[in-house]
């Protein structure tokens, strides 16, 4: 009877091992690659708190508090057990095993924790994430990731306004430069162009400055810098511009983000095109993805973009040269385009805002006059 029994736990531990170990891998490429890749500089204990917060999001009933010296490990508000916090900050090895033992003392009192054991620490990432900071996010699988992303479908239209082709990008993905460079070469009449920008997530880094690199000419994009000096990356636009200088406004509002407020700010400060709307998003950084060993891909902020003349876009911005914000349908555009740009402009979703199309067709008609 031993001897069966003790064939029986050894089988237990010997299916349950690779679990735990598979569930510290990933505690440990979680606690090493943040630290490492991280724009601000954080400490493992700055991740692994948050992180072993985050089961609550597995069962609501798990509580984990945190003082100066202990983290204390509560089931319906009851103190199970509390767990001596490691005295190196920087210590990977010693965090994992905190954490391992918490996760499993979470499994022997819930259910829930106990069904997802092999998952906690990505579960626990996951809800974590957001609260963290620093443009961290974890997807649970690549699926997961892609799911918010305009791959292959085509976000695009293309008509005429009186003497402008006007050009809307609902998103950015692979097909977004070719799409514009076709409905400008089956326009060539056209005497301007309006890029609606309005609601635009952004999208495909890439793609945003291959459009761009359509209307300059051999000038700075965009840049990057972030904590390690190989982070700072200039991309420059090659020579020629598709357009030959023919006037240009876009349309940007406050959904307008990433990828698209990049674009916006390189063909405005580069005197290429003329912004009308409202203050822009403010989301313009370098994520890099860390595949884990569960094959979550966690997202780390490794760097932000910069307009050409060195301006931070994240948190900030894009400021239009023309401010549309709270501007009735009935405004008249001789006297919005009298008053000017505005530093106080607010973000506003103005997607179905006709006013703003009316303005950059004016703007257009103007600088069309100009070169008569």
Known sequence: MRRFWFFLCWGVLAFTMPVKAADEDTLREIYTLIPENSLQSVSVEDVAVPLLKGINSVDKKLMVGNDAERLSLYYKGKLLRSFNKPTNRKDVEAWVKVSAMLFDEASEYSAKAAQHDFELADLSMAAAADKMGNGIRLYLSPDAMDAGRAKHRRFFAARKEGNALYLKLAAINAATAEDVEKALQMNPDAQGVILDLRGNPGGSFDAAIKVADLFLDDVIITSTK???????????????????????????????????????????????????????????????????????????????????????????????????????????????????????????????????????????????????
């Open 226 to 372: 972030g904590r390690k000096d190989d982070d700072a990356v200039y991309y420059n636009a090659t020579a020629g511009d598709v357009i030959d200088g023919k006037p240009m406004v876009i349309l940007v509002d406050g959904e307008t983000a990433s990828a698209a407020e990049i674009m916006a700010a390189a063909l405005q400060e580069q005197g290429r095109a003329k912004l009308v709307g409202t203050r822009t998003f403010g989301k313009a950084s370098v994520q890099q993805l860390l595949t884990l060993p569960s094959e979550a891909i966690l997202a780390v902020t490794k760097a932000f973009y910069y307009t050409p003349s060195g301006i931070l876009i994240e948190g900030r911005g894009v400021f239009p040269d023309i401010c549309t914000f709270e501007m009735p349908e009935s405004k008249n555009v001789s006297n919005l385009l009298a008053e000017g740009a505005s530093e106080r402009c607010l973000q506003e979703d103005r997607v179905a805002e006709g006013l703003d199309l009316d303005v950059a067709k004016e703007l257009i008609e103007r600088q069309i006059r100009q070169k008569m």
